[in-house]
């Protein structure tokens, strides 16, 4: 079924608290393990149900942010899905606690009871008005950023659209491209400023409201880092750090070179070559039908998958005026279909969607039949390896795209992706430091930014820009306002996909293979027993990224 044919109700948090009532009378009146698992088959169906009409709305609110009808939707969902959940709570604690245990994580599987475990941990009622505040601050700060509308070059555009000309081959372009986007962002940095204190405020409570300190731990928790902690992170970042860094150094320096600069500046952030960098030489609609190409040659999975999402219009790319910015994957559960939103804007992220946004659709899909809905309850960072790894197992149809400039994207996205590890790392590296320290202020906070800029990316020269000489630049990174700690996930993933472009280089099928097993092993397992099984080195294990830098050495 095609998307727009889907039919939306509203779910009622009344009905949804009766159907947790009914789940849990008649889980407490089971008698067996047997009958145990069948009110949870049930509970699949009314999460399935819920789950479905919240997607679809979400999904209409994203393309169109002034539609009043979706815009009060999602409001509806923020301010009472809190409501309910002190029932799903006390339904999942009787999974939990069942006298049938054994049998049930033989059926769910142990990370499905991990999961269940920091879900228990994640929530008590004293949270709930916090919780409904924090919905309500990201909702502005996204209609915030989705109001953009800047002048350019006689249009009229949005950040999405911005960022094109911020790769163009003209500096001056580019210099009034960051302008604009300086400006726009210098216009509204009260306002920016007040949201983000209210949310490290707002969590701050939710975390006290659980005996914390701090944010951080309940943070871990809905998150649900189930199988590494801070301290783990701590050792990745050092690696980063040590190893990393220096080698994103090298490249920049190489840029430098390429581009004839004496030195870099802000505006040359991203830009691989003189020529600029290489963008589709197809429009919107061949774009995509460039991906169908590619997908049936790649594999007859991917050839299903990729018929599947074009015939059923289920990728909503083009950038229109009130559309939200930023791209994601969701799957709709009742059509068993994955959904993927972008803003196409020219230049070689387009492409990206296609492979990167389309591997995690392209995993959700290969797991469409299994019917126990807590194996596609996968953590971000086995996520985001899916994606982050198809994008190396698709450059073989580069050409598609590029044309004879298909080389030139490989170069740049190799790169590219060795270069944004040190700045994921920084992404969290400053929300751990906020959370540690709720009452910074504003300036304050930017100030800890500009810190971590030196350390992580010593070459950055904001010169020119008041707002990011400032410390400014983390305001336009949507993650660490609508979703807190879910950034160095990326990073992680990022260097499991670098092991397999390293091993596709050696043995390209089995690479794939490899692949698949990672796709398919789902939330079976955990992310530190998938890694191990395909065999790929843990990001946790002091040494094991300088392993990994000296391979990467040898391609560029």
């Given at each position: 079924m095609k998307f727009k044919e889907m039919e939306y109700a509203r779910v009622r948090i009344e009905d949804v608290i009766s159907q947790f009532e009914e789940l849990i009378s008649e889980f407490k009146a089971a008698t067996t393990a047997e009958e145990e698992f069948a009110v949870h088959q049930k509970y699949y169906e009314y999460v399935k149900d819920f789950d479905t009409m919240t997607t679809i709305a979400s999904i209409r609110n994203s393309i169109n942010t002034a539609d009043e009808f979706y815009d009060e939707e999602m409001k509806y969902y923020r301010e009472n899905i809190p409501l309910a959940q002190d029932k799903m709570q006390e339904y999942s604690m009787l999974v939990f606690n069942s006298k049938n245990r054994d049998y049930l994580e033989d059926k769910l599987g142990k990370v499905a009871f991990k999961n269940i475990e920091l879900d228990l941990k994640s929530f008590n009622e004293k949270m709930i008005p916090f919780m409904q505040e924090e919905g309500k601050l990201v909702q502005q700060y996204d209609k915030l950023i989705a109001s953009a509308k800047i002048p350019f070059k006689g249009e009229e555009i949005n950040l999405s659209g911005l960022r094109r000309y911020m790769e163009d081959t003209d500096r001056e372009v580019r210099k009034e491209a960051y302008e604009k986007f300086s400006e726009f962002f210098e216009t509204n940095k009260e306002e920016l400023d007040e949201i983000y204190d209210k949310l490290v405020d707002v969590r701050t409570k939710q975390g006290k409201a659980l005996g914390h300190d701090n944010y951080l731990p309940l943070g871990y928790c809905k998150m649900r880092r189930n199988c590494y902690d801070k301290d783990m992170l701590d050792t990745f970042r050092s690696q980063v750090k040590k190893h990393i860094v220096p080698l994103a150094e090298k490249l920049h320096e190489k840029r430098r070179q390429v581009l004839g600069l004496d030195k870099l500046s802000f505006i040359?952030?991203?830009?691989?070559?003189?020529?600029?960098?290489?963008?589709?030489?197809?429009?919107?609609?061949?774009?995509?039908?460039?991906?169908?190409?590619?997908?049936?040659?790649?594999?007859?999975?991917?050839?299903?998958?990729?018929?599947?999402m074009l015939d059923n219009e289920l990728l909503d790319c083009y950038a229109r005026k009130n559309k939200k910015a930023g791209g994601y994957m969701t799957f709709l559960a009742n059509y068993k279909a994955p959904f993927i939103f972008a803003n196409f804007n020219k230049t070689s992220g387009d492409v990206d969607v296609v492979t990167h946004e389309c591997g995690h659709a392209f995993q959700a899909f290969v797991n469409r039949d299994d019917e126990i809905l807590e194996h596609g309850e996968i953590s971000m960072e086995t996520a985001e390896t899916h994606?982050?790894?198809?994008?190396?197992?698709?450059?073989?149809?580069?050409?598609?795209?590029?044309?004879?400039?298909?080389?030139?994207?490989?170069?740049?996205?190799?790169?590219?992706?060795?270069?944004?590890?040190?700045?994921?790392?920084?992404?969290?590296?400053?929300?751990?430091?906020?959370?540690?320290?709720?009452?910074?202020?504003?300036?304050?906070?930017?100030?800890?930014?500009?810190?971590?800029?030196?350390e992580y990316r010593p070459h950055m020269d904001y010169s020119?820009?008041?707002?990011?000489?400032?410390?400014?630049?983390?305001?336009?990174?949507?993650?660490?306002?609508?979703?807190?700690?879910?950034?160095?996930d990326y990073c992680i993933a990022q260097l499991n996909a670098l092991q397999f472009k390293i091993k596709m280089t050696k043995d390209f099928d089995k690479a794939w293979e490899d692949y698949m097993k990672v796709c398919k092993l789902n939330a079976k397992k955990f992310f530190t027993e998938i890694i191990d099984e395909c065999d790929l080195l843990s990001p946790f294990v002091d040494g094991n990224i300088e392993k990994i830098v000296k391979d990467l050495e040898k391609m560029i």
């Open positions: 040359d952030e991203g830009i691989f070559f003189n020529e600029g960098n290489p963008a589709p030489i197809i429009n919107d609609d061949e774009l995509l039908e460039a991906g169908r190409k590619m997908y049936n040659e790649l594999s007859t999975e991917t050839s299903e998958f990729m018929n599947f994606s982050m790894s198809m994008e190396f197992f698709a450059e073989k149809w580069m050409e598609l795209f590029f044309g004879d400039r298909a080389d030139d994207y490989r170069t740049m996205h190799l790169m590219d992706a060795i270069i944004f590890i040190p700045y994921g790392c920084m992404v969290d590296e400053f929300q751990h430091i906020i959370y540690e320290n709720p009452n910074l202020t504003p300036k304050e906070r930017k100030e800890v930014w500009l810190k971590l800029e030196s020119g820009s008041k707002f990011l000489e400032e410390g400014g630049f983390w305001q336009k990174q949507t993650h660490i306002y609508g979703s807190p700690l879910y950034y160095i």
